[in-house]
């Protein structure tokens, strides 16, 4: 059983959509990364976080550490938003990432 | 400035042979570290380098993997004898410290025949 679960694991929505990507880890955390891979396989970092909400452009990122959840929400969701997105912690006392499994995201135009 | 890079992009081997895997992470950057994602598969942590600190090498999934980082800077991963199962995306990230955003290189192809 992977300690990171992303849900959903495929989302389709049409274009302008508000989309929702979820993350729950099971033990304590000491930060949450959410990253995107698009389909050339290039992977870039989008949010870090400890706690509380990032916000960058039309994402936003949220993470409740007492329910051990974090949400990966895109606004006016456009078809170059279209990638796997992927939700990884780093515990405590730890450098390493431990990874989900990921959600590929189609924006349909 | 320049991202991370890796060499070669892809490569083809025969089962058995050794390969060498290299990553050029960005200047500056302190921290390095080797993913590998199989086909199908999500992204495994293989091996972390932090400046002049022992590597943690708790994710090696055999001792036919080793991994050095040559003044602090490129880093090389070796996988000796490859087996099918080798066959994956290597990926390598830095940081300008430990428990920074990653920024990861476009990934070496490994495919053992």
């Known amino acids: 059983k992977n300690e990171v679960e992303q849900s959903p694991q495929n989302l389709t929505a049409q274009e302008g959509e508000f989309i929702t990507i979820n993350c729950s880890y099971s033990?304590?955390?000491?930060?949450l990364h959410w990253l995107q891979q698009h389909p050339g396989g290039g992977i870039v970092s989008l949010f870090m976080?400890?706690?509380g909400k990032k916000k960058h452009g039309r994402l936003i990122a949220t993470i409740n550490i007492q329910e051990k959840h974090s949400s990966l929400h895109i606004t006016a969701s456009h078809p170059r938003d279209s990638a796997v997105y992927i939700c990884?912690?780093?515990?405590?006392?730890?450098?390493?990432?431990?990874f989900g499994t990921g959600t590929r995201l189609t924006i349909i135009p | 400035g320049a991202g991370v890079s890796q060499s070669p992009s892809n490569k083809v081997t025969e089962k058995g042979k050794d390969v060498e895997l290299r990553c050029d992470p960005i200047?500056?950057?302190?921290?390095l570290y080797w993913y590998r994602q199989s086909l199908g598969q999500g992204l495994e942590f293989l091996i972390y380098?932090?400046?002049?600190?022992?590597?943690?090498k708790s994710g090696l999934p055999s001792d036919r993997f080793s991994a050095e980082r040559t003044g602090g800077s490129v880093s090389t991963l070796t996988i000796q004898r490859t087996q099918q199962e080798d066959s994956a995306v290597y990926l390598c990230?830095?940081?300008?410290?430990?428990?920074?955003?990653?920024?990861f290189g476009p990934g070496t192809r490994l495919l053992v025949l």
């Open positions: 380098f932090q400046g002049n600190s022992a590597p943690d």
């Open positions: 200047s500056g950057h302190t921290a």
């Open positions: 990230a830095s940081s300008l410290m430990a428990r920074e955003t990653q920024y």
């Open positions: 990884a912690v780093r515990y405590f006392g730890n450098e390493k990432l431990t």
């Open positions: 976080l400890s706690s």
């Open positions: 033990v304590g955390i000491s930060a």
